[in-house]
């Protein structure tokens, strides 16, 4: 088995720079805290000075990642009592230069792809981290300049650390360790969703509470819905792009916005002695406020059919039971092309609401969405099948019906 190396980068601009556009992108490397990694953010050919590096040690690379993070900010302002505060921006960049193999991108397995998220993530907890530090406290007029160098390599310092200790312990010798894989992947997962650092080092007793529903998770102040969804990801889930446009931000049952986001996950099935297959489901979430800045992480649902990938049609509140507060309806679509049936399966779910605290997982209301059930639209068996409620309108007529009033 090939070794798996990882070549990694720290880029942080030490100075500052006049920067009043905060829209600003690396000028080497896409900045992707909207989405998951995914194969096609790593081209195939290595840098040569890397090449050469490996090839020196012979060694040859399955893949690797180059994060870089840095930060501008602006000119300043001089405050009353003669301190300098600045607003700065930090930003964590997918570098260009990462590396996946052909083969490896065809492997039956994500374990390359999760090692590589895991050095972005941890590139991506201290770079909010920096944001933190930096944007926490004033400065003085005449040592400005050496008090954010101070703070910007005290951070480099532990960053560099974090990283060596990840690879040392999962890749020791360029083996690979999955049980210690497994470990980092849950200290990365509880680092990424408190925004700290405090559990890189920690034993699995302190970190496998993420693998449970009913997590609390921390949002930073001001984080966009769609960031704040990425990064308090359950584990081992991804989060393509196509899933931005589905969070939903509501005040429907929470004084305080919940936020509700839709992830896929890969698995794979292996019979017979065959090849092992890919297959593909979407679990929904939902992330309930229950303190300052803080969120609870509320399984709502999984949705899977045998494999073929799910997608989410629409979410949306409508009056589905006897009380006056409206429930959480999900439409969720699958195409299906195979000897058994052609054409798209509809899902439609319909959640109760709770009453004061949010559960682990939402009660589905399995009566109410029999009536409102989808079906498979096409040919089913050789027959044509038609799907009874496919839309929004569709299934709130039908609760109408039903005699669940609407506002």
Not at 108 to 127: F, G, K, M, P, R
Not at 133 to 149: Q, V
Not at 290 to 315: Q, S
Request: glycine residues 6%; neutral net charge.
């Amino acid at each position: 088995m090939r070794p798996l190396l990882f070549a990694l980068g720290l880029l942080v601009c030490s100075h500052l720079y006049a920067q009043s556009d905060f829209g600003f992108i690396a000028p080497e490397g896409k900045i992707l805290n909207y989405r998951t990694l995914n194969w096609n953010d790593f081209q195939e050919k290595e840098e040569k000075d890397f090449a050469d590096k490996l090839a020196q040690q012979n060694l040859q690379a399955k893949a690797y990642v180059c994060p870089a993070i840095y930060f501008y900010a602006d000119s300043g302002k001089t405050e009353a009592n003669g301190r300098v505060t600045f607003r700065f921006r930090v930003k964590c960049a997918f570098q260009t230069r990462s590396f996946a193999r052909e083969s490896t991108k065809k492997e039956h397995s994500n374990y390359v792809l999760i090692h590589e998220q895991d050095h972005y993530d941890i590139a991506l907890t201290y770079a909010n981290k920096l944001q933190a530090l930096l944007s926490s406290r004033d400065y003085s007029a005449a040592n400005y300049s050496d008090e954010i160098d101070k703070i910007t390599e005290d951070q480099q310092k532990k960053y560099w650390a974090t990283q060596e200790l990840y690879d040392h312990e999962v890749n020791p010798e360029g083996t690979e360790n999955k049980e210690k894989q497994y470990l980092w992947d849950m200290r990365i997962k509880k680092c990424l969703e408190n925004n700290t650092d405090e559990f890189f080092g920690s034993p699995e007793s302190v970190v496998a509470t993420v693998k449970a529903w009913g997590q609390t998770v921390k949002r930073i102040p001001g984080e966009p819905a769609v960031q704040f969804a990425v990064r308090v990801r359950p584990m081992y889930t991804e989060f393509p792009q196509e899933m931005t446009a589905k969070v939903m931000e509501t005040s429907e049952w929470t004084h305080e916005p919940s936020v509700v986001a839709f992830y896929t996950q890969k698995y794979y099935i292996q019979e017979d002695g065959s090849l092992p297959s890919d297959h593909y489901r979407t679990l929904a979430f939902m992330y309930v406020p229950n303190g300052k800045d803080t969120y609870k992480r509320v399984l709502i649902d999984t949705f899977v059919n045998e494999g073929h990938p799910v997608t989410i049609a629409a979410a949306f509140f409508a009056n589905a039971d006897s009380d006056q507060t409206k429930e959480l309806v999900i439409i969720a679509t699958s195409s299906q092309r195979d000897n058994q049936a052609t054409g798209t399966l509809y899902f439609n779910r319909v959640y109760d609401n709770f009453v004061k605290f949010a559960p682990g997982r939402l009660k589905r209301l399995d009566d109410v969405s029999g009536k409102v059930a989808g079906g498979f639209e096409g040919a089913l068996g050789g027959k044509p099948s038609k799907a009874k409620y496919k839309s929004q309108k569709e299934i709130v007529d039908a609760l109408k019906k039903l005699g669940y009033g609407q506002d």
